[in-house]
């Protein structure tokens, strides 16, 4: 049995080594030096090459290396009944979870305004706080962890989800009601899986049913954001700023034009980075599920997306 890393563009040895340190006897291949397809049981993936995975014939499990498996779904070639898993971490939660208060505090306590105070020496307190009300828009588990932190921070907070829910702990919308969503709150919160139902939802017919003055955070994937529709909803007021962990490219190009958007504040893709030494246990233990045909823990749904 093999397990092969296909993961382009990062680094495999924090993986290599967290699971020989788990199982040393493990034979693994890391993408591009894959000479033995055969061998090929499972795979842990992060952006593979569309297509690749057609060249392992006794393929049993495809893990995703992060929480999410958009970059896994987009490959038509996966045949359906081979099942994909994502990982589940609680420090994956904890830190997407301060990151989100992070920007909040910010823009309550307008630490970016202060930032430029600062610079042209000048000293205001007028105005020391914002009131805010937080809409966090994807209610899973980390979602929900950022409504239950904010609310017991005192903020209020509103989720919304692409479900009916009747014993939600706190206010909720269904995606049928964003209009009245948007409306009860001034912060955004972007945390909902990327599917073909919330590709290109943060647009400017979004922004536009915003309060004015809004502030976007976006911490789930790029492609939730019509890029171009950013600076319009800034000059337009629709939004007063945002914060932006995702983007479309990534790294950002230097000549991309939000790295000139003074009302944005950019972060490259950091605010919750997989441990692998916590994850790969999950990747072993699903690996012994399949081979015994057991449930598998954390199982995409691909009807779902998630």
């Excluded at 049995?1 to 680094?11: T, V």
């Amino acid at each position: 049995m093999s397990l092969a890393i296909i993961c382009p563009g990062k680094d495999p040895e924090s993986w290599i080594d967290a699971i020989h340190s788990q199982d040393p006897t493990i034979d693994i291949q890391v993408y591009p030096n894959i000479d033995r397809p055969e061998d090929v049981e499972a795979a842990v993936v992060w952006q593979h090459p569309k297509g690749i995975l057609s060249e392992f014939p006794n393929l049993k499990l495809v893990s995703s290396m992060g929480a999410g498996v958009d970059h896994i779904l987009t490959d038509t070639s996966i045949p359906e009944h081979l099942p994909i898993v994502r990982i589940v971490d609680e420090k994956l939660t904890w830190s997407m979870t301060n990151y989100v208060v992070m920007g909040v505090l910010n823009f309550h306590r307008q630490i970016t305004r202060y930032q430029k105070d600062k610079t042209r020496k000048v000293w205001d307190m007028s105005n020391p706080e914002i009131e805010v009300k937080v809409g966090v828009m994807g209610v899973g588990a980390l979602g929900f962890d950022v409504l239950e932190k904010l609310d017991f921070m005192g903020f209020p907070v509103v989720g919304l989800g692409f479900s009916e829910k009747t014993d939600f702990p706190y206010p909720y919308y269904p995606k049928s009601r964003m209009e009245e969503f948007l409306k009860e709150v001034n912060v955004v919160v972007c945390l909902m899986p990327l599917t073909p139902d919330t590709q290109d939802i943060l647009n400017l017919n979004f922004f536009e049913k915003c309060n004015p003055g809004t502030y976007l955070i976006n911490v789930a994937r790029g492609k939730h954001l019509v890029e171009e529709d950013l600076p319009v909803a800034f000059d337009k007021g629709y939004l007063s700023g945002a914060l932006l962990d995702v983007y479309r490219t990534e790294p950002l190009p230097e000549n991309h034009p939000f790295w000139n958007l003074e009302k944005l504040t950019l972060t490259p893709h950091i605010a919750s980075v997989t441990n692998p030494s916590a994850a790969v246990p999950q990747v072993l233990d699903n690996i012994k599920r399949a081979k015994a045909n057991e449930d598998l823990q954390n199982l995409v749904d691909r009807s779902k997306g998630y």
